[in-house]
């Protein structure tokens, strides 16, 4: 359902509007700052995290396709990766809670949905694997 692609977009319409919901309904509960520390160290951790995928997507498949090119590599991610940590770490006690207990509510809900529509499980079930 949430993988549903815009025909003219070509984004994931349904699960882009679902996030815009929870977001909204959210906001309107939690206070500001504590909206905006929750921001700040989730969107370092992505960055941290794209830039540890690039370091180890160029490693360990050199022949893939690359379609963006990234100056000084391996030095920029590298660095990119420090930087963020070490903004990661500056921020308050309380942040490093509310991004733990909200990654743990992600991954229970991952892994719940992921387990009854795996197409692996799917497959395996019907004796295809």
Same mark, same amino acid.
């Given at each position: ?22 977001v909204a309904a959210l906001s309107s509960l939690i206070p500001l700052r ?31 396709e690359r379609p963006f090119r990234v100056p000084y590599a391996p030095l ?5 990766? $420090?930087?963020? +940590? #070490?903004?990661? /770490? ?7 809670? %509310?991004? $733990?207990?909200? +990654? #743990?509510?992600? /991954? ?7 387990? %009854? ?13």
């Amino acid at each position: 359902f949430f993988g549903a692609i815009h025909d003219r977009f070509r984004t994931p319409w349904k699960s882009t509007l679902m996030t815009g919901v929870v977001v909204a309904a959210l906001s309107s509960l939690i206070p500001l700052r504590i909206l905006a520390d929750l921001t700040n160290i989730g969107t370092l951790l992505a960055f941290v995290i794209v830039c540890s995928a690039v370091l180890i997507m160029r490693h360990t498949h050199p022949e893939a396709e690359r379609p963006f090119r990234v100056p000084y590599a391996p030095l920029t991610p590298i660095l990119g990766i $420090l930087f963020c +940590l #070490l903004l990661m /770490f500056s921020l308050p006690s309380e942040n490093w809670f %509310r991004l $733990l207990v909200w +990654l #743990l509510i992600g /991954f229970l809900i991952y892994f719940s949905y992921g387990r %009854r529509h795996s197409v692996l499980e799917k497959m395996r079930r019907q004796g295809k694997l």
